[in-house]
């Protein structure tokens, strides 16, 4: 599996088709995050915006490959340990643009609530926005994974799909990103810093639900 891993993170930085989503998550932030304001606020809308940057980068690692090499690698490997080397270099990749984000959302951000009342310890802060963060691309990765091949074939309707259900995950009552964020933003109006585990476990259950169908799908339907 490392071999495979390996195989597909050289995919996709080198095919590039990276730099987008990327791109789009550094605008995101440039545009709803400043320098002084409230730490939990700012974390917030960073794990948020992670999300439907999880999900293209599924989108990207599983339609990297020529159909070709997907067949013989599949061949040597089985289908299902093919598809799932993509799914956790995007969930990877993911997880990292997060982390590095929320890192530097928490040093250029304010650790006060709010209110700019009560103080908020910027580490305990930026620990909870990394779990918020890893709660986005945790459930980016299960939408991507539900959003593309082999559940879905077609572009047309693979793509609106992705793009409504990413929207839908941040903002659907139940949603492990919905509860993840709207913590951090409670806990801004308070100077509470909270604790996303319960969260971070539905999206951690429901991503290995998720990519457990996909790989299981993987060896029954052909590009």
């Known amino acids: 599996m490392t071999a495979l891993f390996r195989y597909q993170t050289d995919l996709l930085v080198r095919s590039q088709r990276w730099l987008p989503p990327f791109i789009l998550y ?21 794990a948020a915006a992670l999300l439907p940057v999880a999900a293209w980068l599924v989108r990207i690692c599983v339609t990297n490959e020529p159909a070709a090499a997907r067949g013989c690698v599949s061949a040597a490997v089985g289908p299902g340990r093919a598809h799932l080397a993509p799914l956790l270099v995007a969930l990877t990749a993911a997880a990292t643009l997060g982390a590095l984000a929320t890192v530097l959302v928490t040093l250029i951000s304010d650790p006060t609530s709010a209110d700019r009342q009560t103080a908020v310890p910027r580490l305990p802060a930026g620990a909870s926005g990394l779990l918020a963060a890893l709660v986005c691309a945790l459930l980016g990765t299960a939408v991507g994974a539900l959003t593309t091949w082999p559940l879905l074939r077609s572009t047309g309707r693979a793509i609106p799909a992705m793009l409504l259900t990413a929207l839908l995950s941040v ?42 169908l996909a790989c299981a799908l993987s060896s029954r339907r052909s590009p």
């Open 26 to 46: 550094a605008v995101f932030l440039a545009v709803g995050v400043q320098s002084g304001q409230p730490i939990l606020d700012s974390l917030g809308y960073t």
């Open 171 to 212: 903002v659907v009552t139940g949603s492990p990103a919905r509860a993840a964020v709207s913590g951090l933003v409670t806990g801004s109006r308070s100077g509470t810093v909270p604790l996303p585990l319960l969260p971070l476990a539905g999206a951690a259950l429901f991503t290995a639900a998720a990519t457990a």
